[in-house]
């Protein structure tokens, strides 16, 4: 069956898809997203009829394309339950029909029929012939976002026209972000849990270890001390593990077996602890010492800038001195040159009255001689 024969027996909107490129009245009538007042296309002598494609979709679901706030409507046309493979998306750019029925997603199946999407984005550069858009980045997240919103919609709503439905693990993931999976609860669960347990041997013995460790095993291995039980052992009360810094990564069973205060025996030996507070006392003295450098390092530093603040501070006054010295010379320049003009102009006056002078004695002298001869 051709695809006039179809215009004929399906509704006004199928008719529009089917001879929207062989009809110009057809794509005239969907040409323009709104029509201003009084604004009217004649064809042929008669008016064309404006026709929105919103108005024949049902189920219809509006979303936002972000971060440019592009309003985009989805729904079913509606004949779609005689599933006739109709779909695609009617972009418009500033007002204008530029790509109808742009169908994205080509599913191998009859997925996506009936999906119709109509939106108007004018952050996409358009061709030049108005058929197309430019291909940049824009336009390709805008192609991934529409085909993930064609998804979902007809992952969720097949089943209205028809369709069985659809069943999926987990919901679909938008390509501009996925959801991050929580955090476990059970892991704080777990981890204060495992502070009471006891501690294992890793088998090495006699290994040396750095103050800072020894001094957090120390604090780590706290007893606690109950004298209302008959125990002979006490058991170890652990430190939490957020007071010390997570570099410090150390076996957790390097802990220091310290005896009851109420049990009867030899003390414990401090020899350990001793030799710790002085590595203590000598790195701290060394701390110390490199600070004080450090200090006296800042402190040389500091001069060095006073010192080159101070010369620059000389060089702005010398150069401000040669400065006012120019323009004292510039000034006394054009004074001089301003009464060099003054005089040269005085004696070309000068030289004009003599000059007037002489011509006058000269004419006098013609007529006296003329008188003369006479």
């Not at 409507?73 to 509606?78: A, D, H, N, R, W």
């Not at 695609?88 to 029925?101: E, Q, T």
Request: with cysteine; aromatic share 6%.
């Amino acid at each position: 069956m051709y695809s006039s024969d179809l215009s004929k027996i399906q509704p006004i909107f199928d008719r529009r898809f089917l001879t929207y490129r062989h009809s110009l009245r057809s794509y005239a009538s969907i040409l323009y997203r709104r029509i201003p007042p009084g604004f009217s296309i004649i064809l042929r002598g008669k008016e064309v009829e404006y026709h929105d494609i919103v108005d024949d979709l049902i189920h219809p679901q509006k979303h936002v394309y972000k971060p440019m706030s592009a309003a985009v409507t989805l729904g079913f046309i509606k004949d779609a339950g005689h599933h006739i493979d109709v779909q695609g998306f009617n972009v418009y750019h500033k007002n204008r029909l530029i790509r109808p029925f742009w169908r994205l997603w080509n599913a191998s199946g009859s997925d996506g029929r009936g999906v119709i999407g109509v939106l108007e984005a004018n952050f996409v550069e358009p061709a030049h012939d108005k058929q197309g858009f430019e291909r940049t980045t824009a336009l390709s997240r805008l192609e991934a976002r529409l085909i993930h919103l064609q998804k979902t919609y007809w992952s969720t709503n097949c089943h209205l026209i028809g369709y069985a439905q659809r069943r999926h693990s987990k919901k679909p993931v938008s390509p501009e972000k996925e959801e991050a999976s929580p955090p476990n609860a059970d892991d704080k669960s777990n981890s204060t849990h495992n502070t009471t347990s006891a501690p294992k041997s890793n088998g090495k013995k006699g290994q040396k270890l750095s103050p800072v460790v020894r001094e957090r095993n120390r604090f780590e291995a706290q007893p606690a001390v109950n004298h209302n039980t008959s125990s002979s052992s006490s058991p170890l009360r652990v430190a939490p593990e957020s007071m010390f810094p997570a570099q410090d990564a150390q076996p957790s069973n390097m802990l220091v077996k310290i005896e009851d205060v109420n049990k009867a025996g030899p003390t414990p030996p401090f020899s350990s602890l001793t030799e710790m507070v002085l590595k203590l006392m000598d790195e701290n003295r060394n701390l110390r010492n490199s600070l004080t450098n450090a200090l006296h390092d800042l402190q040389n530093e500091e001069d060095k800038n006073t010192a080159l603040k101070n010369q620059l501070q000389d060089a702005t006054d010398i150069m401000q001195q040669m400065d006012q010295e120019q323009e004292k010379f510039v000034t006394s320049f054009e004074e001089e040159r301003n009464r060099r003009e003054q005089a040269q102009q005085h004696m070309q006056r000068r030289l004009k009255e003599a000059t007037e002078t002489i011509e006058g004695l000269l004419r006098k002298v013609k007529m006296l001689e003329a008188q003369g001869r006479f």
